[in-house]
């Protein structure tokens, strides 16, 4: 293996997921495996929906669609994909069109103009506030002209013919792209937003995806390392579109790497996606294997994710063999390791190093694999998945299963606690979460030691549960999100603690069985 070329990151987990759903037609649950879900204003049900959704998990980051390239499409207060109102665009005039010479190109707005500008996002972000989304999405924010239109020949209105562009040189082009991203990065600043642009054309453009993420939150890379059909991209492709990821991670950015299958049946290709999303994820990456109309409300969870996110943190950067014309990608976690091979050149056999395990189409108990051209397997340790914690007090003598709690996004803190505890340095304290209302069938204790705090959950005998869910929260930022199986009614997290440690961690534990719901709220404060 030859030396790592990017950072390694520090996230305890870094298999993010984000969704996409147009139509409003996703739920809350589905929406708490996520870190980003992107809907669309579809009027006073969307913000009935998204204080749900942060009433369920203050870290979800919600963004609301806007596509500022098509004149009209926005009402305030009614359902609406676009920026601008009708009666706006008549008063904006032929300077909020773009032209072909002369002849003025229908519908489509001169993004770069002032007095566009600012009413657009003004709009597009005041109702994004107002139905308490955390953003807006910017659909169209492409680098090349090309993928917004089919013109040779692009101007302003009264400006010289082809001089936003001449079927060449996308400079010009770009330079009004880029002054409304400007904009936007101003509004986000003065209204405590957050914008993340679906920029599409840059994976052979570095400078411009870096320039273009500079003022905003993030971008979307649409057809990540698979075709809009569901096909892979060329090799070449792929490297500029880990290039950008690798980028995006090193300066804070999020960035949405979707990934289509549009039929959701291709297991080996969306987990050739996420294990190349992987390489060089730190807990700003997020993934997502969609349709191409964007509209389910679910969409098919293979077990390859679950294994992702118990992958743990990333021990270090990814690394690179060559053998037989293919190059052979792999990366190291906690709890196991990603290999791809992105190439086109056949086959690769590869040496693990140790023994792993894979799920869904993946081998189990293997020391080497082979990779087909333009696949990926995300496989797991068979013995450092899993550690074994002794019972706090009071619970079954029985030892419990902790899982290694996965880092999530930031997010503002919301809900009071029912009940709290406190722990000092060194030693182990235990303390029980409150039960929040009578049909809760679950009671929870936990221990802090070190920089760690394992917490003890015990299911009421006669319930079938099987999962737990843990979210915490710490300085009003959602540190863990992690599930847990039960098994003998008994299940254990390990959380661990934030860099300084000291404060107070929010502690939500919640179950669901037989269509009833139990909810344990708690804080733990450490001095």
């Known amino acids: ?60 980051i919600v963004l609301m669609y806007a596509d500022p390239t098509v004149e009209g499409g926005f009402t305030v207060g009614s359902p609406s994909n676009g920026c601008v109102t009708s009666a706006q665009a008549s008063s904006g005039g032929d300077a909020w069109l773009l032209y072909d010479g002369t002849s003025q190109i229908s519908d489509t707005t001169n993004l770069g103009d002032s007095s566009f500008d600012n009413t657009c996002i003004s709009n597009a972000m005041s109702q994004a506030k107002s139905a308490d989304f955390d953003g807006v999405f910017w659909d ?45 990065g101003s509004y986000d600043s003065s209204m405590g937003m957050k914008s993340i642009l679906n920029i599409g054309g840059t994976y052979d453009q570095p400078a411009v995806w870096q320039q273009w993420n500079g003022p905003v939150s993030g971008a979307m890379e649409e057809s990540f390392v698979g075709s809009y059909t569901g096909g892979s ?78 992958l743990g943190a990333p021990s270090g950067a990814y690394t690179t063999v060559a053998s037989g014309g293919a190059t052979v990608y792999e990366r190291k976690f906690a709890n196991g390791i990603v290999v791809v091979n992105p190439t086109s050149s056949g086959s690769q056999s590869v040496a693990l190093g140790a023994t792993y395990s894979g799920s869904g189409n993946e081998p189990s108990s293997a020391s080497s694999v082979t990779l087909a051209a333009q696949s990926g397997m995300i496989l797991t340790g068979s013995d450092g998945t899993t550690t074994t914690t002794p019972p706090s007090s009071g619970s079954s003598t029985s030892p419990t299963t902790t899982t290694k709690s996965k880092t999530g996004s930031s997010g503002s803190g919301a809900a009071k606690s029912s009940g709290s505890g406190s722990g000092k340095g060194n030693g182990a304290v235990a ?54 199986r039960v098994h003998h009614h008994h299940a254990a997290f390990g959380v661990e603690l934030s860099k300084h440690r000291k404060g107070t961690y929010r502690l939500v534990v919640s179950i669901k069985g037989h269509g009833k719901v139990g909810k344990l709220t708690g804080s733990v404060r450490i001095h």
């Not at 759903?21 to 809907?39: P, R």
């Not at 169209?140 to 002209?145: H, I, L």
């Not at 804070?252 to 992987?278: F, I, N, R």
């Not at 029980?432 to 204790?445: A, E």
Request: charge should be negative.
């Open 1 to 60: 293996m030859v030396a790592p070329t990017v950072a390694a990151a520090a996230a305890t987990n870094v298999a993010q997921f984000h969704m996409i759903n147009d139509e409003d037609s996703t739920t809350v649950a589905e929406a708490a495996k996520y870190q980003i879900v992107q809907l669309q204003y579809n009027g006073p049900s969307t913000k009935t929906l998204v204080d749900q959704i942060h009433a369920d998990d203050p870290g979800v």
């Open 140 to 184: 169209q924010m492409n680098a090349v002209p090309g993928y917004t239109l089919s013109n040779t020949c692009i101007n302003a209105y009264q400006a010289s013919s082809c001089s936003t562009f001449d079927g060449g040189s996308e400079s010009a082009w770009q330079n009004s792209m880029y002054t409304f991203i400007q904009d936007v």
């Open 233 to 310: 991209v060329p090799y070449d492709q792929w490297q500029g579109e880990l290039a950008n990821e690798q980028w995006s991670e090193a300066n804070g950015k999020y960035e949405m790497a979707v990934h289509y299958d549009p039929g959701q049946d291709q297991e080996s290709l969306d987990t050739y996606g996420l294990a190349s999303m992987l390489l060089n994820a730190g807990g700003m990456t997020s993934y997502s294997s969609t349709v191409p109309t964007l509209n389910d409300a679910t969409y098919t969870w293979w077990a390859e994710y679950t294994a992702a996110q118990d």
């Open 431 to 484: 303390a029980t979460l409150p039960k929040v209302s009578s049909r809760s069938n679950l009671s929870c204790k936990y221990k802090v030691d070190r920089r760690d705090l394992v917490l003890t959950c015990k299911t009421k005998a006669g319930t079938k549960v099987k999962w737990l869910r843990l979210r915490a929260y710490h300085g009003g930022h959602r540190i863990a999100k992690d599930v847990a």
